[in-house]
């Protein structure tokens, strides 16, 4: 038994989790979390939103399903939003849009095109707009939500 033990104990610590490939078709959207980086059935494909991690991985589908705004993580986000998560810097637009989009006001209204309102924002985007942390996402989706990728 003792052999067993450490073989299996051996095996856990030389895994590593899999991470699903980055998501770069900005047309898909989100339909939840990825458990272990696997989509349920019916819930689309497994992407990584970019940070490299398994707690980025979730599934999506074509952008022209209409999806219903909510948050991901509702019992989670009940206590995030008012300690901060929509507004303080530690925080991304896009783990806002990922866990918490309903209520952090960064959902569409389906069947509005996504577009910015200002002629300013792609160099904006070059000047860090985007990934600011000084500007909120409300200010964001206002003036630059194509060019932030913060369409939903």
Do not use: E, H
């Amino acid at each position: 038994m003792m052999s067993l033990s450490a073989t299996i104990l051996i095996l856990c610590i030389g895994s590593t989790f899999a991470i699903c490939p980055t998501l770069t078709d900005t047309t898909l959207v989100s339909k939840g979390p990825a458990p272990g980086s696997v989509c349920p059935p019916g819930l689309g494909t497994c992407y990584n939103d970019g940070s490299g991690t398994d707690l980025g991985d979730a599934c999506y589908v074509a952008g022209s399903t209409p999806v219903t705004c909510v948050d991901k993580m509702p019992t989670q986000c009940a206590t995030w939003v008012p300690n901060g998560f929509c507004t303080q810097a530690g925080y991304t637009d896009a783990d806002r849009k990922n866990y918490c989009a309903k209520s952090c006001n960064l959902c569409t209204t389906v069947g509005t095109t996504c577009t910015d309102s200002s002629t300013n924002c792609a160099s904006w985007a070059k000047n860090g707009f985007c990934d600011n942390t000084s500007y909120d996402s409300a200010t964001k989706i206002k003036y630059c939500k194509s060019t932030c990728n913060l369409c939903s």
